[in-house]
């Protein structure tokens, strides 16, 4: 299995994606692995993590790299050079199984639509983010991809995640839950309550509305969102817990009592950060698009890399996208545009 | 000034609704509160928190209830005479000049539409929730009285969000961003593009896209949004914030010296557990509406209400509603439906 990870993607690139990629070729002997980047930016790391000419290892040379800060319609038509252009041609070619970014967002579901196109019957990616609940995790989809979706957009979320939830998280039936504003069937807006019905219908676990405070109560394995308001939980959960970080900090430091309960309860505080973390799953999947693609955080470390990696393997060997194609020709009209119905 | 207090309204009505009113009337000795709700049921409380016969309380009995688990509509149209509608009339009728609700906020947005209209100029009223950034607050609105919003609704919410903050945050010029998914301007769904350009014309101090997670960050006073995404987000910091606790109260019982830590830093968790609370701002204002009204958190415990209270007086001083029509009928067009364009 071949794997192509992007080594100029996220903020502490390459360093960081080249002692993932050490990692990996450590824990995973079996994986080949394709570094894309700057050949004179990586060179040095390689040495420096010893991966240097190593067998399963081949490092090819793009020059230009999407910063973090350029809009995605930018990086795609300026910089057809790129490392991420060069991942999604690749996995177009077959000449890899999968591609690993942990760069922009915004780029790389734009490289991977237009270069690599979409699952038969898939109109659109979406991107599927991993969140935690009081117990175990959810995944959130659309965490954002599509700003302005439509009823079957969201359709082809629930069944993708629902895929995607029983593979990768190991369930048998998850549950799949819309996000809207009322735990009751009639509440929501125009899109949800479309989006209800079908969803109704399908052959899936369906729990009905969940609202974003019950999903951390963990209600649902999957909470289906237009990419708009996914992607405003995702960040309001990022920012919140940066707050909560800040203030624990500030009141933990207020007097000497509060500093020694602090250092006697430190693990506590370690352990309530990795809840929020998002190094163990390493990152979220495009799902939709005809190849896997996993894209981890801009500040992914070199467990997160690795752990994306693997993941993106574990796609890879599941057949995830063959079962996401075959759920969705089973469904039939259901999840495509009223217009065909 | 006459403030009425629906007695019946939050999970732990009518005790601490009454509880709170008696604060209300030693604190504020120049209020008069009217009171709405089941005789019989308040009666007793009204003896234990020494307030029955008071001279700056009247008792009106209203002989039903809008349920928290009802919809909104089926209150307003079989609950003639709840607590909520009763109030909502004697706000039209100007016998109140505003009312103070802890109870259902759908069936109290669903009322006072029908019944006491909006103001003029005002197409749809807009709730705003007061959220905790790392330092200080911002305003969220709407967070959640309209899940499906046209561009003059956003223009407004942001016209109304600007002049509380005014008023009622004491900001003389606030900062109001919008609510997107990235800080560049060309970032966001179509709704947001297009009030995007409405906002940037406005002679308000409008900041541009806000991400939710800088909203944290306390980089606006007012965040406008959708009130389907509003709501999300609202719900989301609940649901984290509960969930957190969930998590540290683990992690600090998990060895004894984490708990002899947690009992030293004991001041710094409830620090932390008040910068989430609601205790404090006692309600969220429903803006647009021609009369106050200010809707408390379900959960309102008495300072909370009095304080909802104090915030409706604050409104009727400042002249709120005046303020906001003013300032709707000085954008002129801009505000209003493109049609009129």
């Known amino acids: 299995m071949r794997i192509g990870v992007d080594a100029m993607g996220g903020d502490f690139a390459?360093?960081?994606v080249v002692e993932g990629v050490a990692r990996t070729l450590v824990d995973f002997p079996d994986l080949d692995i394709v570094l894309v980047g700057h050949r004179d930016r990586i060179g040095f790391y390689l040495e420096?993590?010893?991966?240097?000419?190593?067998?399963?290892?081949?490092?090819i040379h793009a020059p230009t790299v999407c910063e973090m800060s350029e809009p995605s319609a930018v990086s795609?038509?300026?910089?057809?050079?790129?490392?991420?252009?060069?991942?999604?041609?690749?996995l177009k070619a077959r000449e890899i199984d999968a591609m690993v970014t942990p760069g922009h967002t915004g780029a790389t579901v734009a490289a991977t639509k237009v270069l690599v196109r979409t699952l038969p019957g898939v109109d659109r990616p979406a991107l599927g983010a991993s969140m935690p609940a009081k117990e175990g995790r959810f995944l959130l989809m659309d965490a954002g991809a599509n700003t302005d979706c439509q009823v079957h957009n969201m359709v082809q979320?629930?069944?993708m995640g629902e895929v995607y939830a029983r593979y990768l998280y190991h369930r048998e039936r998850p549950r799949i839950g819309l996000l809207s504003v009322g735990g009751e069937d009639i509440k929501g807006c125009e899109l949800t309550k479309e989006t209800f019905k079908i969803?109704?219908?399908l052959p899936i676990?369906?729990?009905g509305n969940v609202e974003a405070n019950a999903?951390?109560?963990?209600?649902?394995?999957?909470?289906?969102?237009?990419?708009?308001?996914?992607?405003?939980?995702?960040k309001c959960a990022e920012g919140l817990a940066r707050a909560t970080g800040y203030w624990l900090k500030q009141g933990l430091t207020k007097s000497a009592a509060r500093v020694i309960g602090a250092v006697l309860a430190k693990n506590a505080f370690t352990e309530l950060k990795a809840h929020g973390s998002s190094d163990v799953i390493g990152g979220a999947p495009l799902l939709g698009v005809n190849g896997i693609c996993i894209i981890g955080h801009g500040g992914s470390n070199p467990v997160a890399v690795r752990n994306a990696i693997r993941v993106s393997a574990e796609?890879?060997?599941?057949?995830?996208?063959?079962?996401?194609?075959?759920?969705?020709?089973?469904?039939?009209?259901?999840a495509q545009p009223t217009e065909k119905k």
């Open 215 to 234: 999903a951390f109560d963990g209600v649902a394995d999957v909470v289906v969102s237009d990419g708009f308001s996914g992607n405003v939980m995702l």
């Open 48 to 59: 420096k993590y010893g991966i240097a000419g190593f067998p399963h290892l081949e490092v």
């Open 14 to 16: 390459p360093g960081v």
């Open 199 to 201: 969803l109704e219908q």
């Open 315 to 334: 796609c890879v060997e599941f057949g995830l996208n063959q079962r996401i194609t075959e759920v969705i020709a089973e469904v039939g009209e259901l």
């Open 76 to 90: 795609l038509r300026a910089k057809k050079d790129s490392s991420i252009t060069a991942l999604a041609r690749m």
């Open 205 to 207: 676990n369906f729990v």
């Open 157 to 159: 979320f629930a069944l």
